[in-house]
């Protein structure tokens, strides 16, 4: 569950939802480069856990959704200024995020970052290890005492370990693990687990807490009748973290 550092922003009025079928229109803010997720599939559309998991949590409290994709470093800004309504990003639960914006429940439990290279016994602590810019994953390296060498997007951080920019890259384990299943050996975890964050929840702006108590009694209702551990099981398999 990546997790972002930011800067104070001012909080924005709340935009009036426009309508759509008798049903408010809701648009879901995702960056749609964090698989599984979220992603844009070969067709061009947001896809992954979160499409899946917004999609039913739309219809649940009868709103109608629209995704929106927006860069990682400004999709709390741009939630803020009201360019959409809601983050379903991966994003981690965090006590600073919190003074800005509001969160439902988590939807995704708490889970560890890791740390993966090309080889075995590389650095962790003076070597060079990469991560996604404005993420706490970053800011985590930043004061560990190794080198931290940021990228705007996490494809560049795995693609850093590959070229040999970076001795390691230090991401959320659900997103890594994939990459290294298919690397064929290339790639590899080393090293300790970290955890941090305290979950994944959707971000709303302070103001609405009108659509907030609908997506947390949607959520709720989910993890309730086992909906929610089905898509969990879906997207990260059946080891992943269940409610």
């Not at 426009?18 to 992603?39: I, K, L, Q, W």
């Not at 991560?131 to 795995?158: C, H």
């Not at 949607?218 to 992943?240: R, V």
Request: some cysteine; glycine content about 10%.
């Amino acid at each position: 569950m990546k997790s972002i550092l930011f800067g104070t922003v001012a909080v924005a009025m709340t935009a009036t939802l426009a309508m759509a079928d008798g049903h408010s229109v809701v648009r879901m803010g995702t960056e749609g480069a964090y698989p599984p997720y979220n992603f844009i599939n070969d067709a061009g559309e947001v896809d992954g856990f979160e499409r899946d998991l917004g999609d039913e949590l739309c219809a649940r409290a009868e709103l109608t959704c629209e995704w929106v994709k927006n860069d990682w470093d400004s999709i709390i800004p741009n939630l803020v200024s009201s360019n959409y309504d809601t983050i379903m990003a991966g994003m981690s639960i965090t006590d600073e995020r919190d003074e800005v914006i509001d969160f439902t429940q988590d939807y995704f439990p708490p889970t560890a970052s890791a740390y993966v290279a090309a080889a075995e016994g590389v650095d962790l602590e003076g070597g060079v290890v990469a991560a996604q810019t404005a993420t706490i994953q970053a800011g985590f390296i930043a004061e560990s005492g190794a080198t931290l060498v940021e990228f705007a997007t996490p494809e560049e951080t795995v693609a850093a370990v590959r070229n040999g920019e970076a001795d390691a890259v230090f991401a959320d384990r659900d997103y890594l693990a994939p990459l290294v299943e298919e690397s064929g050996g290339e790639l590899m975890f080393v090293g300790p687990d970290v955890p941090l964050g305290g979950g994944v929840g959707m971000g709303l702006r302070e103001s609405d807490t009108e659509l907030k108590e609908k997506f947390d009694a949607a959520i709720t209702a989910m993890k309730a009748d086992g909906s929610l551990n089905e898509l969990l099981i879906k997207w990260f398999g059946e080891e992943t973290a269940l409610y």
